[in-house]
């Protein structure tokens, strides 16, 4: 049996849409506060000030983020 290599891919992947276009997934530093909501309700173990690290913002702001009415 042959071995295939295993060879790390040099582009970036992301969400194929079709058409050949691929979506690239954006930092969380540039979510909407609508994403922000969204992960944070998808993600119920999720603490805040765990959160508010990977947003790079304080655990007072993300609270005003989450408490926002739409």
């Given at each position: 049996?042959?071995?295939?290599?295993?060879v790390k891919p040099d582009?970036?992947?992301g969400i194929y849409?079709?058409?050949g276009v691929v979506a690239a997934?954006?930092?969380?530093?540039?979510?909407?506060?609508?994403?922000?909501?969204?992960y944070y309700d998808s993600n119920p173990n999720?603490?805040?000030l765990t959160y508010?690290?990977?947003?790079?913002l304080s655990v007072g702001e993300?609270?005003?983020i989450l408490m926002e009415e739409t």
């Open positions: 049996m042959v071995k295939t290599p295993q582009w970036n992947t849409i079709g058409d997934p954006r930092p969380m530093h540039e979510w909407t506060h609508d994403e922000i909501r969204d999720l603490g805040l508010a690290g990977m947003l790079g993300v609270k005003e």
